[in-house]
């Protein structure tokens, strides 16, 4: 086991993830409320109105949460193998939350060669020596 430190950007709970302090939003100007490629709304059809910002996430509607996951590589995982929390993925207002995946890569060794599920070792006087495994982190959207 080992303990993964992870940033999932999360909808702001002080302002229900509008981005507003009175949480009440307005139809962008720009796009008329249609969304699509707005510079002005970020395609989400509507603005904070100027002044109104959420001082929890400058206005943003999402706040960045660092979260500890203990990540168990069982015996015989391989590189490639994904380790799946469900739900403890990114979210906003609008979507539930998606999942946070690690896939484990594992690093090339001079004493310790993988042959099917099975780590081989050429040398037995350094019991010390185990193979590096790092953790590749991403996230899958919810819906």
Known sequence: KRTEIVEIEIACTACAGTGSSTKSTEKCTECYGSGGRCIKCGGKGKVVAPGDECV???GKGQITQQ???EVEIEQGMMNGDKITFSG???SNKDTIRGNLV????QDDHDDF???GGYSHTHITHTPLHTPHIHLTTYTQQGI
Request: hydrophobic share 30%; net charge positive.
């Open 56 to 58: 929890e996430c400058e």
């Open 67 to 69: 979260k500890a996951f």
């Open 88 to 90: 403890e993925g990114p």
């Open 102 to 105: 690690f896939i484990l890569k």
């Open 113 to 115: 060669k993988r042959g």
